[in-house]
């Protein structure tokens, strides 16, 4: 079983369709929505988590793309805007992973590679200076 991050852009002929059933009914992948702007009779855009066998995975994407909806593969990351942020050290409370911490000089340091991207800073953050960022593969 894999996990993979996509993008979907719909065209406004497609947003009222359930796709996302048809990936679960007929390509045995299990969703996870991360991001949604879908508004009937509009272009829309969907990020989600999808996860099964690579078939599975190559199939039900395939049947996307046959649906003429755009579906790109994406990686996530965190972003942190280090010029807005006034070190208050509120996201280093809930940080699972100690990526983030405050040093003996009360600033605030970002260690990427020790990131689980839980997103839990995300949301603690009072200034909203970390951010979720989607770049496509
Ligand atoms: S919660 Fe936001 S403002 Fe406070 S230290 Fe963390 S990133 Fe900076
Ligand atoms: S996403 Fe989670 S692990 Fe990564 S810096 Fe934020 S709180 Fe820490």
């Known amino acids: 079983m894999k996990t993979i991050k996509v993008m979907m852009r719909f065209p406004a002929s497609q947003t009222d369709k359930p796709v996302t059933s048809y990936l679960v009914?007929?390509?045995n992948l299990v969703f996870n929505i991360l991001q949604a702007q879908i508004h009937p009779g509009m272009r829309g855009e969907l990020t989600m988590e999808l996860t099964g066998s690579e078939e599975d995975l190559a199939n039900g994407i395939a049947f996307l793309r046959g649906e003429h909806i755009e579906v790109?593969?994406?990686s996530r990351s965190i972003v942190w805007d280090c010029d807005s942020c006034v070190h208050c050290g509120a996201c280093t409370a809930v940080c699972p992973s100690a990526a983030l911490s405050l040093g003996s000089d009360g600033l605030l340091s970002?260690?990427?590679?020790?990131?689980?991207?839980?997103?839990?800073?995300?949301k603690s953050c009072p200034l909203s200076v970390m951010a979720v960022n989607y770049t496509e593969n």
């Open 25 to 27: 009914r007929d390509y």
């Open 72 to 74: 790109v593969v994406v």
């Open 110 to 122: 970002f260690d990427e590679s020790k990131c689980v991207l839980c997103e839990l800073c995300v």
